[in-house]
């Protein structure tokens, strides 16, 4: 299963959900970088040093940083639906290092 450091715009109950998955999933909270304001640069520095891809609803800044990034939308307000297409995503995926994995809601 992925190892994944989830960012401050993620809510709880994905990260519960993708750790009933099987996932290890960090948060910025845990990880001690929550309330800072650290850039989005800062949070994939730490999540690259702890061997983790980013987990973020923020698609557009971390797509330029162009590293192991899972970026899902915010729109869909079902996280179990979310957190399992997320698990689908990262199961397709044996590597993610240098891959921006997008997971979209379904249309």
């Known amino acids: 299963m992925a190892r994944l450091y989830a960012d401050e715009d993620v809510h709880r109950p994905l990260v519960e959900h993708l750790r ?3 996932h290890d999933v960090l948060t910025a909270l845990v990880a001690g970088q929550a309330n800072q ?12 040093s702890l061997g983790r891809a980013v987990l973020t609803h923020n698609r557009k800044d971390f797509k330029r940083l162009h ?3 899972v970026s899902c939308t915010r ?18 995926h044996s590597d993610l ?3 921006h994995l997008r997971v979209d809601r379904p249309s």
């Open 20 to 22: 009933a998955l099987g």
């Open 37 to 48: 304001s650290v850039d989005d640069a800062g949070v994939l520095a730490r999540a690259t």
């Open 67 to 69: 590293a192991a990034i």
């Open 75 to 92: 729109a869909d307000a079902d996280p179990q639906a979310l957190a399992d297409r997320i698990d689908a995503a990262l199961a397709a």
């Open 97 to 99: 290092a240098g891959l």
